[in-house]
């Protein structure tokens, strides 16, 4: 008998995983846990919805539109893109206090940072500092490449569109303007601000752009980007960074401040406000619009309603279903309790 | 070496390439012109024995492979749309990166190639380097290589060696100047067959002048013709003579043989590698490849229309027309994955997957034979879930091909032979070896005592227990050919008997009387080898006959049962040991063989005694009732094929001598003639064969364990048997009632013989007869020739488009290569069914599983995976992207990191579904087995209908709308950017679609856990490793510190959350109405839930109702 089983070379392993009898879970979806877990994931969800749509609730948001379409917007006079230097300001109130830490964006609609094209004129080796590409830089940049011979730098369509309209903050106190503390730090990431964007380690900075130019829509070289801090300048100035991480959708905002210190550590008081806007960036060739927005924030970002209308609509809908479902299976009974 | 002008060169090139494409080939000995250079050699022209199967060599692998690849229309796709990515103003991605798929792929298929390749080098090597011997100037065998063996050169061949070429054969060691091979590895068939010497030529390798004349090499096993010219008369040889390249010498010390084919070999020629078929699933999945093209072409359409519709957009550089005609290509580039390019890639691996297990099946383990089920074609594992209509041969394939002599009637008298029957009919081996212990003394004593003499005890008792020992051999060796016990054991019918020792008495020494003819007929009129026992094959019974036929070794030991022991055969003479003890030496004059046309073999023999020349004929009864001389009541016959026997006539006819002198002349130009050799001996085969007279005698083939049981099954699951079968109507019937295919009550049965067939196959017909076969329950066919066969089964699958399979256990080579696919069943005959099957099982029981089980997991598999891979090529990405162009002005931007991409492909999402295809289990084997009816399923368009695929694609545009959108109004006019907006589609996307892969997974095993949690774990670690470690690494991505950073954001995960149960809550209306009414795979699944007993209760209730 032995010498027959060795003789049988070719029979096949009789093992559970060649034989195909792994034990296995096998789970139906059946009524009866169907039911159950809509119910459990119904009132999960309505909870989560509550929780989202009260907290989103809480977030103030005052948009202000100043592209000047309008012939009676303050702005008006400077949508004309043949104005040069031209300075408008808009007036607001506050009904309550705005509770800080108060964001300050500008936003832009219509507008296309996602464009492949747009997106890929850039250099990253000359952003993270390289000289050899400060004389050379990427062919990606073209048409933002060379501007008379001489390599431009940061060369591109992003940086040299970057968004140059200043914003002043006033509040109105008893009829004199009391200028509110914007505070530019850390409004950029972190890895794009300490990793990823390095200036060149040259001192003074100004040496390494030399026999170079600065992007043609430029008002002032890289170097000179903030006039008040010597440190904020070349590619890791703030304002370059947040517009350099390119917007996702075309409708977008970007930080451009956020309002902590002071007096308004504690949000922006009841009052009435100025906003005074040096409008340089021209958005109407494009349809575009310009806007700037104050929020204040929550764990869940910005004000978003959606997520909590969302969450609240599918939890009662898995609610509805699990009833509909309930009804129906007592009309047709349990088929497994047969 | 001297120089040669090259011109001389040339003009020898183009003499042999004459040489070899020439109807006849002159082969002279190489002996004279050993050591001359190779311009001397008159071979030369002829390819030497080195064999190379290889495709590829060492330098040129990597374009020949390519072009090899290159074949194949998808692989073209991508790698244009890869070169597309170059032209700058189209790409979408860095150029570089766009080539890894398509790299990935044809290097994994490269390399899988190289292997393959490899392997066939080592076992040329292997072969090539086989010692063998061959004849040199220093008048003796060298040992050399295969390689070496070139044509002309003699060539010897030791007992058990393999034969290195194809060999005329010149001279043996037998006296009888014949040798023994075996063709396993060519045919598959143990047999021994016996090949003789060149008659008229005396070997003398150094005198060896004359000129060998032989055809051109072709591939037909069993043809050869050829002449040798030593002086002026001719001798012919045909393929009696011809020693094939693998066969191995058997029972012969050695032969010596003349080399005529290197290289060319019969068997070379037959090799022509894996057939290719395409299967039903992948039909239908090229339509649907075609439709997703279609889809691709409207989305880029879509998408580079814009510009036309807004005519001064800005950034839009070049004119509208031409930007438009950019983005067009571009959006291709971007949306190539929806023509899933590892989707040929994946059902390969599911398919070597789905083998894997249906070989490992211990199911289909043939313990007897020790084989396992072959699967030759490797593609169409899911057609066996579909098949429609089986066509089944009767014999070797329903029954065992076991004979058993079981009746006979001579001179109008029936002898029923009780005995026997009861020994076929005890189907157990265990108990059938008790009652013959049981039985076989007593019922011996009396047929040897009334035999009067040489009743010897001793020599009952070693045949019983030689018998047995046979019978453990049998088991586990697989060399055994007809001679397991059953044949062996024929019991003597008493009256028989009788008659048999008066007419030995009567006649005296004459031996003329029709009892002694019949017998004599039975033990000569046969091509029975009878074989000593050697050492190399283990016998302990001394005397073992090979047949060619099972029913050839019955008949021979029915003789031997009744004392007409057949001793030895040469090809000149046959031994006989009568009752008597008296041993009768027949000359034999001729053998006319069998062949499919006449349906007979005789055998002309000179009697000892009388010296009277007499032609013993067997055949199939209709061969041999045309050729009667005296008319005989059909009577017996009729009624031995109503109890489903197989009836073959003996006749004998007295030659007279003046008649054969004139015949053989004729005899002896038709053998050495070279064109139309065949026709010609045939002819003279049939001018001999008339004014016959009859003996007869009726055989039983006993049917193959649980085969009513296998029909019934498979016609519960929707499958029309049929039976078409060589056997009269009468035989067929009753086997099919035997095999439950015809039962009483059945309402329509259609029996139909071959010549009506032949008429309802006519063009006119044809229609009608395919309605009527379709309305009948049970369709047999009789009389029918192989090629009837093949017609039938071609004109029911292309009438009613449906699948079939042919199973066949001996030579319907036709048959089975017209069907979808084709069965062999290894069993007794010949293997050349098996060789030019699809899958080769050892019994027709095997069938139930390989169809019921196998052919509905592999086809519902099969099927699942295809449309859950149309589903998650479009779902993944395509959609997501083109959405995504929705808000990016059309411009070809992608919102996740390409390496992410490819990852996504790659990694993430590819090991689930080739898991899902080769492992999923909707339904246990048992359930599969005890309901055939769940075998419908897959049958017409199955489980992938058209429908399917559509409902599959709206799915996936219905949950990419969800992974996109939901998103998309949660990050609304935030300061979201690219890649951190991408982020969370891409992870909603990934557990999407492995979700609605859990969903549709149906059993859990550990290997599932492993892959679906390894597939999420791997891509967190891979996603979070790449977002850490690339700063600068993809410019216009920037996937740097993205996941992290998101996954510190509970908005992050309530995204994910609410968007992957919105994608996934349309499945709730699947499962309402799988619980309302439960489709039976749900059923099915409810009864795999039960325990065993439980399940059998259930079973049994719903096989009643």
Wanted: charged share 20%; hydrophobic share 40%.
């Amino acid at each position: 008998m032995v010498k027959q089983e060795q003789e049988l070379d070719n029979r096949p392993d009789n093992t559970a995983f060649t034989q195909q009898r792994l034990p296995a879970w096998q789970p139906m979806l059946s009524a009866g846990i169907v039911i159950p877990g809509f119910v459990l994931i119904g009132l999960a969800f309505i909870g989560i919805g509550i929780a989202l749509f009260v907290t989103s609730r809480s977030i103030q948001v005052l948009e202000i539109d100043y592209t000047g379409v309008a012939q009676d917007s303050p702005c008006y006079r400077c949508s004309d893109p043949d104005t040069k230097d031209c300075m408008c300001s808009m007036d607001f109130s506050i009904d309550t206090l705005f509770k800080g830490p108060v964001f300050f964006y500008y936003g832009l609609t219509n507008y296309f940072q996602n464009y492949r094209r747009y997106g890929a004129s850039k250099d990253a080796n000359q952003l993270s500092g390289d000289l050899k590409y400060f004389t050379n830089p990427s062919s990606d940049c073209s048409p933002y490449q060379y501007d008379n011979d001489k390599p431009i730098v940061p060369c591109g369509s992003i940086a040299n569109s970057m968004f140059n309209d200043t914003f002043k903050l006033y509040q109105i106190v008893n009829g004199t303007r009391k200028q509110v503390p914007l505070d530019g730090k850390g409004i950029a990431w972190w890895t794009d601000y300490n990793v990823k964007y390095r200036n060149p380690s040259v001192t003074p900075l100004e040496n390494a752009f030399n026999g170079t130019v600065k992007p043609v829509f430029w008002s002032r070289p890289a170097y000179k980007l903030d006039p008040t801090d010597p440190a904020n300048n070349g590619f890791i100035n703030q304002d370059f960074l947040v517009w350099m991480r390119r917007a996702a959708l075309p409708n977008f905002r970007k930080l451009y401040r956020r309002i902590t210190e002071g007096d308004y550590a504690e949000g922006l008081p009841a009052g009435n406000y100025t906003l005074e806007i040096a409008y340089n960036y021209p958005v109407l060739s494009f349809d575009g619009e310009k806007k700037v927005v104050f929020s204040n924030v929550s764990w869940m970002g910005g004000k978003n309603e959606f997520l909590g209308i969302a969450y609240l609509v599918i939890g009662s809908l898995c609610i509805v279903m699990s009833i509909v479902m309930l009804i129906v299976y007592a009309k047709f009974k349990f088929p497994e309790e047969d | 070496m001297t120089w040669r002008s090259p011109l001389a060169l040339m003009r020898d090139a183009l003499r042999g390439q004459r040489a070899r494409e020439k109807d006849l080939r002159n082969l002279v000995s190489n002996l004279p012109y050993e050591g001359l250079e190779k311009a001397k050699q008159p071979n030369r022209h002829f390819p030497s024995n080195a064999i190379k199967t290889t495709k590829y060599t060492l330098l040129l692998f990597i374009p020949m492979n390519l072009f090899e690849q290159f074949h194949r229309l998808a692989n073209i796709y991508f790698v244009g749309l890869a070169i597309l990515n170059f032209i700058p103003v189209v790409n979408a991605f860095q150029p570089e990166v766009a080539l890894i798929p398509i790299c990935v792929i044809l290097s994994l298929t490269a390399l899988k190639d190289a292997w393959e390749d490899f392997r066939r080098y080592q076992s040329d090597r292997k072969l090539n380097n086989t010692p063998c011997l061959i004849y040199s100037k220093e008048k003796q065998f060298m040992e050399r290589r295969w390689k070496d063996v070139r044509v002309g050169d003699f060539v010897k061949v030791v007992c058990n060696e393999i034969v290195p070429a194809d060999l005329l054969l010149l001279h043996t060691s037998d006296p009888n100047s014949v040798c023994h091979i075996e063709t396993a590895n060519l045919d598959g068939e143990t047999n021994l067959k016996q090949r003789t010497v060149v008659s008229g030529l005396l070997f003398e390798p150094e005198s060896f002048s004359g000129i060998v004349v032989c055809e051109k090499p072709n591939n037909n096993l069993n043809h050869f013709k050829c002449y040798e010219k030593p002086d002026k008369e001719r001798a012919g040889a045909g393929i009696e003579s011809l020693l094939l390249r693998g066969c191995t010498v058997r029972n012969t010390d050695h032969a010596v043989g003349f080399v005529v084919y290197a290289h060319e070999t019969k068997s070379m020629l037959n090799n022509n590698g894996p057939r290719y078929k395409r299967s039903k699933l992948e039909r239908k999945l090229n339509i649907d490849v075609i439709f997703c093209v279609i889809l691709l072409f409207t989305m880029c359409l879509v998408g580079a229309l814009p510009p036309y519709l807004v005519p001064d957009s800005s950034g839009h550089l070049d004119s509208p027309s031409l930007s438009g005609f950019y983005m067009f290509f571009t959006l291709i580039i971007l949306l190539q994955i929806l023509i899933p390019i590892s989707l040929y890639v994946s059902i390969e691996l599911v398919k070597i997957g789905q083998i894997f297990f249906v070989t490992n099946d211990t199911d289909l383990f043939d313990e007897e034979t020790d084989s396992r089920i072959q699967c030759k074609a490797l593609n169409i594992t899911e057609d066996l879930g579909q098949i429609e209509y089986v066509f089944s041969d009767k014999t070797g394939t329903l029954t065992e091909n076991k004979m058993v002599f079981r009746r006979c009637s001579i001179m109008g008298t029936e002898y029923p032979h009780k005995e026997n029957i009861r020994l076929a009919v005890l189907g157990e081996p265990e108990s059938e070896e008790e009652v013959i212990f049981d039985q076989r003394p007593q019922s011996l004593q009396t047929g040897w005592s009334l035999d009067a003499e040489d009743t010897n005890p001793r020599d009952t008792t070693q045949r019983r227990g030689s018998r047995h020992r046979s019978k453990v051999t049998g088991i586990a060796q697989s060399d055994v050919a007809f001679s397991s016990p059953l044949e062996t054991e024929v019991i003597p019918d008493k009256k028989l008997l009788q008659q048999i020792s008066r007419a030995e008495s009567s006649s005296g020494s004459r031996k003329t009387d029709p009892y002694l003819d019949f017998f004599l007929a039975l033990a000569i009129c046969n091509t029975v080898v009878v074989s000593m026992a050697t050492a190399q094959r283990r016998r302990s019974d001394n005397l073992r006959y090979e047949a060619e036929s099972p029913d050839e070794a019955a008949l021979v030991y029915a003789a031997k049962a009744y004392g007409f022991i057949l001793l030895a055969r040469t090809p000149d003479s046959v031994t006989v040991r009568l009752p008597s003890g008296e041993d009768l030496v027949f000359k034999v004059l001729d053998t006319l063989t069998f062949d499919s046309n006449r349906k007979r073999m005789s055998v002309l023999v000179q009697h000892p005694i009388t010296k009277e020349y007499v032609l013993y004929t067997k055949g199939a009864d209709y061969a041999i009732m045309e050729l009667l001389g005296t008319p005989y009541a059909q009577h017996h016959l009729d009624c031995y094929a109503k109890e489903g026997l197989r009836t073959l006539c003996v006749t004998k006819k007295v030659v007279s001598a003046k008649v054969y002198e004139s015949w053989s002349v004729d005899r002896q130009r038709a053998l050495a003639a070279i064109d139309n050799k065949e026709e010609l001996i045939m002819d003279t085969a049939v001018q001999l064969e008339t004014n016959l007279s009859l003996l007869a005698t009726g055989i039983e083939d006993r049917l193959q364990e649980n085969v009513p049981d296998t029909i019934m099954a498979l016609r519960e699951a929707g499958i029309q048997v049929w039976v078409l079968t060589g056997d009269k109507p009468e035989t067929a019937v009753n086997i099919g009632y035997a095999c439950r295919l015809l039962e009483e009550e059945d309402l329509i049965a259609l029996v139909i013989d071959g010549r009506t067939l032949t008429m309802a196959l006519s063009p006119d017909l044809q229609e009608r007869f395919v309605d009527l076969a379709k309305r009948c329950r049970s369709v047999l066919c009789c009389r029918v020739t192989p090629l009837q066969k093949s017609r039938v089964v071609k004109v029911i699958r292309e009438k009613l488009k449906v699948m079939t399979l042919a199973v066949d256990g001996a030579n319907d080579v036709n048959m089975i290569q017209a069907a979808d696919i084709g069965i062999g069943i290894s069993g007794q005959e010949g293997m050349q069914a098996v060789m030019a099957s699809d899958f080769a099982i050892s019994r027709f029981r095997h069938l139930k599983k390989l169809l019921l089980v196998h052919g509905h997991w592999c086809y519902t598999r099969l099927a699942n995976m295809i449309i859950y891979f149309f589903y998650k090529n479009v779902q993944a990405y395509v959609n997501l992207l083109f959405w995504y162009q929705f808000f990016c002005g059309f411009s070809g931007t992608a919102m996740i990191d390409y390496w992410l991409m490819i990852f996504f492909n790659l990694f993430f999402t590819s090991a689930p579904p080739i898991m899902f295809g080769i492992m999923d289990k909707d339904v246990s084997a048992e359930v599969l087995l005890g309901v055939p009816e769940l075998y419908r399923i897959g049958q017409g368009a199955g489980e992938y209908k058209f429908s399917t695929f559509w409902v599959s694609i709206l799915d996936a545009f219905y949950q990419s709308l969800v992974c996109f959108f939901i998103p998309y109004l949660a990050y609304q006019d935030s300061d979201i950017d690219i890649f951190t907006f991408g982020t969370p589609l891409n992870t909603i996307s990934l557990f999407t679609i492995l979700l609605h892969l859990s969903i549709e997974i149906k059993a859990w095993t550990v290997v599932h856990w492993v892959i679906m949690l390894g597939s999420v774990a791997l891509y967190f670690v891979v996603t979070l490793a790449y977002s850490a470690i690339c700063v600068t690494c993809n410019p216009p991505s920037n996937p740097y510190w993205i996941l992290q950073s998101q996954m510190a954001d509970p908005m992050f995960y309530l995204i994910c959350l609410i968007s992957t149960v919105v994608a996934l809550l349309p499945y709730t209306f699947h499962v309402m109405r799988n619980s309302i009414t439960p489709s039976p795979i749900v059923q099915a699944r409810h009864l795999d839930r039960l325990d065993h007993s439980e399940r059998e209760q259930w079973i049994k209730e719903w096989r009643s109702f």
